[in-house]
């Protein structure tokens, strides 16, 4: 397969290119890269492109998202996208199901998704409008609904140059032909593969850039007003009281599902019960989620290549600094389960710390991998901080105020709110148009 560079509507080959291997280290596609002076005349000229109104926008998003769902597209079927996103990603094939199903949702319902957006006061007095015109997008290769915010700017009114993940470019190519098979103008997106120096020069020369990346990332761009940058999420849940079985089957699926690549899959569980007994019964069951090559419909765990996975693992190691991994009593043959040829399914892993600030707790793995620790009301917000969604299974309504007023916890939920991601209309690390839009002050006579 190629994956081109695709600009002004036209797909084009480049003279760099690299090779995107599978899960099992063997070749599957091509990919063409746009040197960084491309990225940069590719921004330069989005700017004159024509402009759309409104509801031209919405109705292009909202055929969009259809074609991307149902329609053949580049001579790909939506059957045949699942499989290559899966065996570049490493994400179960059921993932990538699930996300035709629900972009094509999300592109249909992207006016009330952005209208719930706007400030109540901006109407007579005030008017909200976009800070800039193109806004770039170095995106992830975690999960392929991720793809779903770039969609929200393009409904907001923004140029968008998307440069893909290096392990799913499948993603937004399928969406960027869709989009144009909707009836786009041309010069609103680009799709642009690139290395760290083109993804550079998409951050500097766009008005507004999106970056999702590691800590160091965070902490490189961390000050740039022009930059939103999505990290790490740590996400947490607090057992504040005894867990039964709902709350046992509830955080099995906040930790592993969609196999526990996702930034709001849950990181760490605190307890004011028994956290040893907490941890062993979540080592119970998430061990027992069996292990299937990547494209098998009952794929519940990410695929990797095993030099890559023997180094995710190493990683857990030396972030354990002593806390005991409760699942390896479960696996005969060790936390890697080969699938097929060189790859190997990611099996969970359960941490028991016995403090609240163990480092650890600050690790995230794309797997699921857990930290369970203990938690009094005494130690309060702290060990709950730092959280892209918190879970608070408590009573204790003072809790959850404060947490809902404390700026590092960006989603609160209160009790078992079931599939709370997938919920277009709540705020994923606060709404996207804090960022690309502002109310401007109007008066006419």
Known sequence: ???????????????????????????????????????????????????????????????????????TLGGQTPEQYCRVQALAS????????????????????????????????????????????????????????????????????????????TRDPFTPLRLVRALLAAGIEPGWISLLPGSHASANALVEAADLALVYGSEETVARLRGNDRVLVRGPGRSKILVDGPAGEETLDHLV???????????????????????????????????????????????????????????????????????????????????????DKAAVAMRPAVLCADRADHPGLATELPFPCVWVAPWRPADGIGPLADSLALTLLTDNSALVTEALETPSIRTVLHGRVPGWWTDPYLPHDGYLAQFLMEARGFASA
Not at 266 to 287: F, I, M, P
């Open 253 to 339: 699926a906040e930790i592993a599902a969609d196999g526990g690549v996702r930034c709001t899959n849950a990181t760490a569980v605190l307890t004011s019960g028994d956290h040893r007994a907490l941890a062993q019964e979540l080592a119970k069951r998430l061990s027992r989620l069996a292990p299937h090559p990547v494209t098998d419909d009952r794929a519940v765990l990410p695929v990797r290549t095993v030099q890559e996975a023997e180094g995710l693992r190493a990683a857990l190691v030396r972030a354990a600094d002593g806390a005991a991994d409760l699942t390896e009593q479960y696996y005969e043959n060790g936390p890697l389960a080969a699938t």
């Open 1 to 71: 397969m190629s994956i081109p560079v695709l600009r002004d509507g036209e797909e084009r080959e480049s003279r760099d290119t690299r090779v995107l291997h599978d899960v099992s280290g063997a070749p599957l596609a091509e990919v063409h890269e746009a040197p960084a002076l491309v990225t940069r005349m590719t921004v330069k000229a989005m700017r004159q492109a024509p402009p759309m109104t409104l509801d031209k926008r919405l109705a292009v998003l909202a055929e969009a998202g259809r074609l991307f769902a149902e329609a």
């Open 90 to 165: 490493g994400v179960p094939i059921p993932v990538a199901r699930r996300t035709l199903d629900r972009l094509r949702n999300d592109c249909r319902d992207l006016g009330e998704v952005t209208r719930r957006q706007i400030p109540s006061g901006a109407g007579r007095t005030a008017r909200w409008v976009r800070r800039g015109s193109v806004f770039g997008v170095v995106a992830p290769s975690n999960h392929p609904a991720t793809h779903g915010a770039w969609l929200q700017a393009i409904a907001m009114g923004y140029r968008v140059v998307v440069r893909p993940g």
